[in-house]
């Protein structure tokens, strides 16, 4: 068995590392988009709840200009001021934000599907060849090899498997295909029975 063969291994494994570390990194981004977004919500209604309030304290007051001096005292100048600038703001701005912001999440979203779909479909097959391809020129059994099959599990790739033998295996590549067709037999009757043992 070559170091190349042990370098892919290696190599498989870091790349779903890497995948799990990615979807870890994009969820985290997707939750602080979320709070970002709830808390935009939770001042856009805050801001529009002191408006009201305001307007309520002036409009239905019957004293008019003594409970407009009263909301002025209650509510600064300054603070008054930038509570007009947010609510002004806030029907300009704050939608646009919002809709950047779920659009980041869903792109997001995309990406950690797209990425655990390679996982699950490429990296997972390769890996699991390759791990095959090893244990078969080490000399191990398949059985011992896929022991703890589980039921309505795929088949092996036995092409993919039989490149890297005849690409990493040693010796005479007669006599070394004539063991990789037992070791398939082998590998097919476990897989076999394995199904008829678990219908």
């Known amino acids: 068995m070559s170091i190349e063969l042990k370098i892919k291994y290696l190599t498989l494994a870091t790349e779903a590392q890497l995948i799990r570390s990615e979807r870890r990194r994009l969820k985290s981004q997707n939750q602080q988009i979320t709070n970002i977004t709830k808390g935009i919500e939770y001042r856009i209604l805050k801001l529009k709840g002191k408006l009201t309030r305001m307007r309520k304290h002036i409009e239905f007051s019957a004293l008019g200009e003594s409970v407009l001096k009263q909301v002025r005292a209650k509510y600064s100048s300054r603070y008054a001021q930038l509570i007009r600038l947010r609510l002004l703001d806030v029907p300009t701005k704050a939608p646009s934000l919002v809709k950047t912001l779920e659009n980041q999440k869903q792109a997001n979203i995309y990406t950690m599907n797209n990425i655990q779909a ?54 005479d590549e007669r006599t070394l295909m004539q063991k990789f067709s037992q070791w398939i037999d082998e590998a097919n009757s476990w897989i076999t029975r394995l199904d008829s043992v678990s219908a």
């Open 118 to 171: 390679h996982k699950n479909e490429v990296v997972r097959t390769a890996a699991r060849s390759t791990h095959l391809a090893r244990n078969f020129l080490k000399g191990t059994p398949y059985q011992d090899v896929e022991s703890k099959l589980k039921k309505n599990t795929s088949t092996p790739d036995f092409k993919a498997i039989e490149a890297m033998v005849k690409k990493y295996g040693k010796g």
